[in-house]
């Protein structure tokens, strides 16, 4: 099975800036799709972002675009998310998430079968 561990939530001012990690371990990933969905409270479950674990290709959510970067390091089995120019609607439990079977472009969460546990992030205004 696959195991995902996030970390790097906490509370920061807007304009600031967070890093969130994702340990993946458990088995080979090199044909997985991992994502970045968050959920603030009395929502939707919502896409962030996406990256192949092998090759190239991102992608993220228009809220998104031009302020988180998500990265991967094969080494070290992490998927990160840098957060610049945080808003206070930013804020919400941030997952990660894997895609065994390796599709592209897909939004809905329910295509995503492993998930980590949830990080908290909040934003103040």
């Known amino acids: 099975q696959v195991q995902l561990v996030e970390s790097g939530g906490g509370l920061v001012q807007a304009g600031g800036s967070l890093r969130l990690s994702c340990a993946a371990s458990g088995r080979t990933f090199s044909s997985y799709v991992m994502g970045w969905f968050r959920q603030a409270p009395g929502k939707e479950r919502e896409f962030v972002s996406r990256i192949r674990w092998r090759g190239t290709g991102t992608d993220y959510a228009d809220s998104v675009k031009g302020r988180f970067t998500i990265s991967r390091d094969n080494a070290e089995n992490t998927v990160n998310l840098q957060m610049i120019n945080l808003k206070p609607e930013d804020t919400a439990v941030y997952y990660c998430?894997?895609?065994?079977?390796?599709?592209?472009?897909?939004?809905?969460?329910?295509?995503?079968?492993?998930w980590g546990q949830g990080t908290q992030v909040t934003v103040s205004s």
């Open positions: 998430a894997a895609d065994s079977n390796g599709r592209w472009g897909n939004n809905n969460p329910r295509y995503y079968d492993y």
